[in-house]
């Protein structure tokens, strides 16, 4: 069966640092891959997709970047965190074939300070 | 664009009611829609998925409805119990489905009182 994590499950980092986040799925191949962001009392917002290695699309302009350096895995980065950055990041795969399912991590929780 | 909404945003009912959330879609072509459960602290956890040929689907007491023409999907959840609180999240899978974006609403937060 299909899994994905998500690293680390929370993080806090001053204004200005940088930031990396994981995601991980395992059980599948070649999948669609996800970020979101969910800040308080505002719905989910997709910020980047993939659907293949070092293939990224990007959502919404804003400070962060994203990047798969391998089949399974992507990564979400800063350079430099604001205090808007602040929020919760899920990581979402999608099943493929006809049903077009979309399974979450269980996030990572980012405050900036 | 496509707009997702849902209404009610809070809703509390006591044991063992029947309920109904709703969420509504402004664009019509969509693949499919899926709802989601959250519970505070988590990630999502997917509960029905509905093909934008289908009407509805049931999982044990939740069954789903879509009505693409009207741009209304509802989440009926039968014989609440309070291990039903949660955030519910409706979500429409827009454009292509090589690309598979999901348009989310802002959520239902149900409380069920025992």
């Known amino acids: 069966s299909q899994t994905i994590h998500q690293w680390p499950a929370t993080l806090v980092q001053p204004v200005g640092s940088p930031l990396s986040l994981e995601c991980t799925v395992e059980g599948t191949s070649n999948p669609n891959l996800y970020w979101y962001r969910q800040a308080a009392g505002r719905g989910l917002q997709l910020l980047f997709y993939s659907i293949g290695i070092d293939q990224i699309s990007s959502e919404v302009p804003q400070n962060l970047s994203a990047s798969r350096p391998q089949d399974r895995q992507f990564i979400l980065s800063s350079k430099k965190l604001l205090l808007s950055d602040s929020g919760f990041y899920l990581c979402?795969?999608?099943?493929?074939?006809?049903?077009?399912?979309?399974?979450f991590g269980p996030g990572t929780r980012l405050t900036v300070l | 664009k496509q707009e997702v909404t849902q209404i009610p945003a809070a809703l509390s009912v006591p044991e063992g009611e029947n309920l109904v959330l709703n969420c509504s879609f402004t664009?019509?072509?969509?693949?499919?829609l899926q709802w989601f459960r959250q519970d505070p602290g988590k990630g999502l956890t997917s509960l029905l998925l509905?093909?934008?040929?289908?009407r509805e689907q049931t999982s044990g007491r939740l069954n789903a409805s879509l009505d693409k023409s009207s741009g209304r999907s509802t989440l009926y959840i039968a014989a609440s119990q309070p291990g039903d609180s949660a955030t519910y999240l409706c979500?429409?899978?827009?454009?292509?489905?090589?690309?598979?974006?999901?348009?989310f609403g802002q959520g239902t937060t149900l409380q069920v009182k025992p």
């Open positions: 979402a795969w999608i099943s493929g074939g006809f049903n077009n399912e979309q399974f």
């Open positions: 979500a429409v899978l827009h454009g292509s489905s090589n690309t598979g974006k999901l348009i």
């Open positions: 664009d019509s072509a969509i693949y499919n």
């Open positions: 509905i093909q934008s040929s289908q």
